[in-house]
């Protein structure tokens, strides 16, 4: 659900550039029409990607804390990076669901 909040406050902040583009001379050349601004923009994306999913993998060893000894946790800490990126996948997609322990 956090994802949703953030595309949501990224559109309403690129909303507000569009429209006050035309009212601020030195805005009206802030996006260009060019490989290099396409590339930069979607290395910005991949490296904001990357963030969240490192705060979920911090997350997930932070709440491992005292509980290392249980067979269940280490299994899961032992390969951490394909549980968390499993974790991000089906709460983006709206299908994750509690499992008993």
């Known amino acids: 659900m956090e994802w949703v909040k953030s595309a949501g406050g990224i559109l309403l902040l ?4 569009y429209f006050l583009k035309p009212l601020l001379p030195f805005m ?9 601004f396409l ?8 490296a904001g ?3 969240d999913l490192a705060a979920v993998l911090r997350a997930a060893r ?3 804390r005292g509980k290392r000894r249980s067979r269940d946790v ?3 800490l032992l ?4 549980h968390v990126l499993a974790l991000v996948r089906e709460l983006c997609a709206g299908t994750w669901q509690p499992r008993a322990p």
Not at 39 to 46: D, H, Y
Not at 79 to 82: H, P, Y
């Open 49 to 51: 990607l990357a963030l």
């Open 62 to 64: 932070v709440t491992a």
């Open 14 to 17: 690129l909303g507000g550039i």
């Open 79 to 82: 390969d951490a990076e394909r």
């Open 28 to 36: 009206r050349h802030l996006a260009v029409p060019e490989t290099w």
């Open 39 to 46: 590339l930069a923009s979607l290395g910005l994306i991949a």
């Open 74 to 76: 280490a299994a899961f």
